[in-house]
């Protein structure tokens, strides 16, 4: 059981705008740590898509921004496309236990 | 541009030592703290600790009493070593680069590039 929770799976067609949320807790996301995000496509490593809010490495699409808020992030896809199916990762800082990294669970896109 | 690459057995007997290395290109290690994620197959990702270059480490709670991880400068080498192993810590294991700020007194990390993975299996 993951410290951050994300829905297992979300669905949208070519077009629509999406978005996967990412539940944390007061010892993580609500004591203002940032969140970021990480995208997997299928069969390869992972990689960054963006760190906190604001932070998109270069490749990444303006399609895709993120928002926080009290003990929830959301990662937010626009103009949704079929090459962004993928596995979908949220990670923040956790204060518990001495502080260490958590992820949350992943959440599988699918472009219908 | 950095590059990260993951080098050791990818079969470990249970209860041995899972050992691996993970040799960075493009940046001297001594400037950046380096992480290992782990992702067992099918399953989401784990972070395991990170090490930095004043062997300051931090590791996640639920493997500390397990895990080592050092650095050699000289090699631009870092590695992990995950003792006493199950059928549990079967994963592919990343090497990753870790950006780090402080922020409310804690250092806290994301993760950028990742190397490509080292499949490892424990075995009964």
């Known amino acids: 059981q993951s410290v951050l929770t994300q829905p297992p799976s979300v669905s949208g067609a070519p077009g629509q705008r999406v978005t996967i949320s990412c539940t944390g807790s007061s010892s993580n996301i609500g004591a203002g740590y940032d969140v970021h995000w990480y995208q997997q496509l299928p069969g390869t490593v992972p990689r960054l898509l963006i760190s906190?809010?604001?932070y998109r490495p270069s490749g990444v699409p303006e399609r895709f921004s993120a928002s926080k808020s009290a003990t929830s992030a959301s990662l937010a896809i626009t103009g949704l496309q079929a090459e962004d199916e993928a596995d979908y990762y949220c990670?923040?800082?956790?204060?518990?236990?001495?502080?260490?990294?958590?992820f949350g669970g992943g959440t599988k896109l699918t472009v219908l | 541009q950095v590059q990260l690459q993951e080098s050791g057995p990818g079969l470990v007997k249970a209860s041995e030592t899972l050992s691996l290395m993970c040799t960075v290109s493009?940046?001297?290690?001594?400037?950046?703290?380096w992480s290992w994620i782990r992702q067992p197959p099918g399953k989401g990702l784990e972070w395991i600790g990170y090490?930095?270059?004043?062997?300051?480490?931090n590791y996640n709670p639920s493997l500390k009493s397990r895990v080592t991880m050092s650095m050699d400068t000289s090699k631009n080498q870092v590695s992990l070593n995950l003792d006493s192993v199950t059928a549990a810590d079967t994963a592919t294991y990343y090497c990753v680069r870790a950006r780090a700020d402080t922020v409310l007194g804690a250092v806290v990390l994301w993760f950028d590039p990742w190397g490509q993975g080292a499949p490892v299996t424990v075995s009964s």
């Open positions: 990670q923040s800082y956790d204060n518990s236990l001495g502080g260490f990294e958590v």
């Open positions: 493009g940046v001297p290690i001594s400037i950046y703290y």
């Open positions: 906190g809010t604001n």
């Open positions: 090490i930095y270059k004043t062997g300051s480490t």
